[in-house]
C-alpha cells in the first residue's frame, strides 16, 4: 500500500497583488509513494467538494493491471478505495457526476465496446456495466439522468459526430433525431435534474451559412421540443454555451461570425426558445479589455483600423477563433468563460476529433493568446469582460488548457500550470483589469525539501475558488534519496 504524507502548507505569494485580490494559499498537500512508470493517474473533481482518484497500476506480464479508485474530501483525506474489474487494456474516456454517483466511461477489449462504472460517492459501492455499441468507435462526452446515458460519439462507420441515447437497465441503444454533417458538432450538452431533462445544443453550417439547433429530451430519449437560432445579415452564429435554469428562462452565450465562419467576430446572447431575432450582439471592439493581450499602442492601432473599417462599410477584420468553456451561473446572472487561440500548420496535418465531436483536417498546433471572461445578467445583457493573457500557452488537441473557478458575486481566478511547479494566474474582479504577471510554485510536504523536477503537471477546477493541482514531483529531502511522488495540492483563492 503506498504511503500518504499529508500536511497544512502556507504559501508564500511571489508577485504584488491588487487590493482587491485575494492570497492564494495552499492548505493541504497530498503525496503518494507511486511507481511513476507503472502507474496512470486521472483526477477528478466533484460537486461535494471531494476528489476521486483513478489509478491504474501495470504488474507482471502475467498478472492483469490494477484498477482503483480513492475518494478524498476537501482536506485531501482518504474517504474509501475501492477496486474495480476492468479489461487490461482499458482506457479512461470521459466522467460524469450526478451526485450521489460518478459515471466513468472507459473502452473496452476493442473499439466497439465500452465499460461504464458508476461509484457511489457516499458508500465507494461499485457497478458496472458493458455495453457493445458497434455504431460509434469512442466517446468525447456524456450526461446521465435517471440512469440514461446520452453519449457525444464518433460514427465508426463515416466519423462523424453522432449522439446516442443508452439505457443502463435494459441496455437498449437508439441514435437520437438530430443533423450528422461534416459541418455539425455538438456544441454543449446539459442535464436539467429536477424535470428529468437534456439540452443538446447543435452548431450547424454548410461553409457559408450557420445556425444553432437546441433539442430538448425528456431521460427516455424522446424529443420534447426543438429550437433554431437563424443567421443575420453579419451575424451567423457559430458555437453556444446553454445556461441553466428553466427552459423559458435559459439563454444561449456564444460567438458569431461576420462572414468567414472560421472565425467570430464577437460575442451574443439570446434566450433558447427564440430565432435569434432579439439576440443581443458585441464585437469585439465593443469589449472593454477584450485587446488586453496587446500592447498599449498596438491595441490602439488596431481599434482605429477596425472602427476606418466598419465606418467604410467593409467587413470585421479583427478576427478570432474561441474555444468556450461551461457556463458559470452568478448571482444576477452567468459567466462565461472561454480560450482564445491561433492555429499554426507546422507542416504537417492529421485528422482530429474534438471534444465536442466534431471532425477536420486542421493544423497541429494551436497557441493560445488569452483567456476571457464575461459576465451577463439574466436577460443576456452583457455587464464587464476580462482578459487573461497568455505567453507559451500550446496544445497539439484542441481541448481547454487554462481551468476557471467563478464565486457567484462575479469574481473569476484562471490558471494553468507550466512545465516547472509553477502555477500562473490571474484574479479577476470583474472588469477591473490587471497587468501584473502572478505566479507561484507549489510546495512540497516537508519545508526542508525541495522539488528538483516536475512531469505530467495539471490543475481542475475544484468548488468555490478553490483549485487542485496535480502531476509527479520528484523531491529531494536533506539527508536521504531524492523519491518520486504523485502529489496533489490544495490552492484556494
Not at 506480464?61 to 474530501?73: D, L, M
Not at 458508476?118 to 462526452?141: C, M, P, W
Not at 463515416?158 to 456544441?187: C, Q, R
Request: one cysteine or more; charged letters at 20%; hydrophobic letters at 35%.
Amino acid at each position: 500500500m503506498y504511503k500518504v504524507c499529508l500536511l497544512p502548507l502556507t504559501l508564500v505569494v511571489l508577485a504584488v497583488l491588487p487590493l482587491f485580490a485575494q492570497t492564494p494559499t495552499q492548505p493541504n498537500r497530498l503525496e503518494l509513494d507511486l511507481d511513476f512508470y507503472k502507474t496512470e493517474a486521472e483526477l477528478i473533481a466533484t460537486p461535494d467538494s471531494s476528489l476521486l482518484l483513478f489509478t491504474r497500476t501495470d504488474r507482471t506480464w502475467t498478472n492483469p493491471p490494477v484498477f482503483q479508485f480513492t475518494r478524498y474530501n476537501h482536506q485531501l483525506q482518504a474517504m474509501w478505495t475501492e477496486q474495480v474489474m476492468l479489461h487490461p487494456i482499458s482506457k479512461y474516456m470521459a466522467h460524469y457526476t450526478a451526485l450521489p454517483h460518478t459515471y466513468i466511461a472507459f473502452s473496452g477489449k476493442d473499439k466497439h465496446e465500452f465499460q461504464f462504472v458508476k461509484l457511489n460517492l457516499q458508500t465507494g459501492a461499485v457497478q458496472k456495466h458493458e455495453f457493445r455499441i458497434e455504431a460509434i468507435d469512442s466517446v468525447y462526452v456524456f450526461k446521465v439522468v435517471d440512469d440514461n446515458y446520452f453519449l457525444v460519439s464518433r460514427s465508426g462507420k463515416d466519423n462523424t459526430p453522432t449522439l446516442l441515447h443508452l439505457n443502463e437497465k435494459t441496455g437498449e441503444i437508439k441514435p437520437l433525431p438530430s443533423v450528422y454533417g461534416s459541418e455539425s458538432a455538438f456544441s454543449d450538452i446539459l442535464v436539467q435534474e429536477p424535470e428529468s431533462q437534456v439540452s443538446v445544443v447543435l452548431s450547424e453550417s454548410n461553409g457559408r451559412v450557420s445556425r444553432l439547433q437546441t433539442k430538448l429530451f425528456d431521460a427516455g430519449g424522446k424529443l420534447l421540443n426543438n429550437y433554431f437560432m437563424h443567421p443575420k445579415a453579419g451575424q451567423r452564429p457559430l458555437v453556444a454555451e446553454i445556461t441553466p435554469g428553466d427552459t423559458t428562462e435559459r439563454l444561449l452565450l456564444g460567438t458569431y461570425a461576420n462572414r468567414d465562419l472560421r472565425y467570430a467576430t464577437g460575442f451574443f446572447a439570446a434566450p433558447v426558445t427564440s430565432d435569434g431575432s432579439d439576440a443581443r450582439y458585441y464585437s469585439f471592439t465593443e469589449l472593454k479589455n477584450f485587446f488586453k493581450y496587446m500592447k498599449p499602442r498596438r491595441e490602439a492601432r488596431a481599434r482605429k483600423r477596425e472602427a476606418n473599417r466598419l465606418k467604410a462599410g467593409k467587413e470585421p477584420g479583427l478576427q478570432y477563433r474561441v474555444l468556450l468553456h461551461d457556463v458559470y451561473p452568478a448571482t444576477n446572472g452567468y459567466i462565461l468563460t472561454g480560450e482564445v487561440y491561433v492555429t499554426e500548420n507546422n507542416g504537417s496535418l492529421y485528422r482530429m476529433y474534438t471534444i465536442s465531436g466534431g471532425s477536420a483536417q486542421i493544423p497541429k498546433l494551436y497557441r493560445r493568446t488569452q483567456a476571457i471572461a464575461l459576465g451577463f445578467d439574466q436577460d443576456g445583457v452583457l455587464l464587464w469582460d476580462n482578459s487573461f493573457p497568455l505567453k507559451d500557452v500550446e496544445s497539439n488537441q484542441l481541448r481547454p488548457t487554462v481551468e476557471i473557478v467563478a464565486s457567484p458575486d462575479g469574481k473569476v481566478v484562471i490558471a494553468h500550470p507550466d512545465e516547472d511547479a509553477e502555477i500562473h494566474y490571474q484574479y479577476m474582479n470583474q472588469d477591473a483589469y490587471t497587468e501584473e504577471e502572478t505566479s507561484f510554485e507549489l510546495l512540497p510536504q516537508n519545508p526542508d525539501a525541495k522539488i528538483t523536477s516536475t512531469n505530467l503537471s495539471g490543475i481542475i477546477s475544484w468548488y468555490g475558488l478553490n483549485f487542485a493541482a496535480y502531476g509527479w514531483h520528484r523531491i529531494k529531502s536533506p539527508g536521504s534519496e531524492s523519491r518520486m511522488v504523485f502529489y496533489i495540492n490544495k490552492v484556494s483563492f
